[in-house]
């Protein structure tokens, strides 16, 4: 009598969802592939010696503090999170958002699709907002902010520059991505609905876009929020900058100070490119491509986007150890 129902129970998976499951690892690996390719041929590119020589000369202690203003980045760009969270209700002890944060940012760096960070953190705040929507807006706002302001440095950076008379590549081209972002974040935040809007049928989707949507206007409008992140998100930008300056400091690289916002928005933003797993080989060849324009070699600026690379990977590592003795529950302290 109970073989019938334990057979129909135990159905296995539809064609349909092993194809989609399979599309969607197919195109993750083929963006990894595409990632480690480029990384491939910039090692081909350069010379082993002279590449391996640079990284071995670095100085220890400039790494090390770069490693710790990046962890202080982390604890700056928590509550930046939190200034988003307080208009919806939903602000955490500072515990806890530190330590969504830390672990967020691991989720970020080995998982392959470079937001998964930002599903975690969403995820586990879902209960408080009865729902995940409201916090993923807090979370997609966090993130503007933190471009926002990279942005605004880099604008002051490229103006110096230009008042110096300088007109090379790196500075007009993050001239142009950072006006870009300042004028599409604020026309994000115009644009956002101040409240709900229903239709004749509204489907599931579109009530979590709505739920998504007023909460993004909520918290984005609110007036203190958007002052404060915009100002915690040029301090975090300004942390961000002075890792990639001890970084370059400890390899010898001599770049103009007015230049490295615009250098680091280059390669920030290359993060977000859809065509690789979290922007691998991009950001390395972004780095590349703007420390020549400076008369760095090849070799050098590789060392030096490897070098950030293996710092940054390091502070998401902390996430993992975090995760690993804290866990990643969000306890109710009401």
């Not at 989609?20 to 690996?29: C, N, S």
């Not at 910039?42 to 203003?69: G, K, M, N």
């Not at 209700?89 to 989720?107: E, K, N, Q, W």
Request: aromatic share 8%; with cysteine; charged share 15%.
């Amino acid at each position: 009598m109970t073989v019938g129902p334990v057979i129909e129970n135990s159905k296995p998976p539809s064609p349909i969802s092993r194809s989609r499951f399979g599309g969607r690892g197919m195109r993750i690996g083929l963006r990894a592939a595409v990632g480690v390719l480029i990384v491939v041929l910039l090692l081909v590119r350069a010379d082993a010696h002279a590449l391996t020589e640079s990284l071995r000369h670095a100085d220890a202690r400039e790494v090390a503090l770069a490693f710790l203003v990046l962890l202080a980045g982390l604890v700056v760009n928590a509550f930046r999170w939190q200034l988003f969270l307080r208009p919806l209700g939903l602000a955490l002890p500072p515990s806890d958002v530190v330590r969504l944060t830390f672990v967020g940012t691991f989720f970020n760096a080995f998982f392959p699709t470079g937001f998964g960070g930002d599903a975690y953190k969403s995820f586990r705040l879902r209960d408080r907002a009865a729902g995940v929507a409201p916090p993923l807006a807090t979370v997609v706002l966090d993130r503007l902010a933190g471009l926002a302001g990279l942005a605004l440095l880099a604008l002051a950076g490229c103006a110096w520059r230009f008042a110096d008379g300088a007109r090379d590549r790196v500075i007009v081209a993050a001239w142009i991505l950072g006006l870009g972002i300042i004028v599409g974040s604020a026309l994000v935040l115009w644009l956002a609905p101040r409240r709900s809007k229903t239709d004749g049928s509204p489907s599931a989707v579109a009530s979590r876009f709505r739920v998504f949507g007023q909460a993004f206007a909520t918290a984005g409008r609110e007036p203190q929020a958007i002052r404060c992140g915009t100002v915690v998100g040029v301090v975090s930008a300004l942390l961000l900058v002075a890792v990639n300056a001890l970084l370059a400091d400890s390899l010898r690289v001599s770049l103009p100070v007015a230049a490295l916002p615009a250098i680091v928005l280059i390669a920030t933003l290359t993060t977000a490119l859809p065509f690789s797993v979290n922007g691998l080989g991009f950001r390395e060849a972004a780095y590349v491509w703007c420390l020549a324009s400076y008369g760095i070699g090849h070799d050098r600026a590789l060392a030096f986007a490897l070098l950030v690379l293996t710092v940054t990977l390091a502070s998401s590592v902390v996430g993992g150890i975090v995760y690993a003795l804290a866990g990643g529950e969000v306890p109710d302290r009401s």
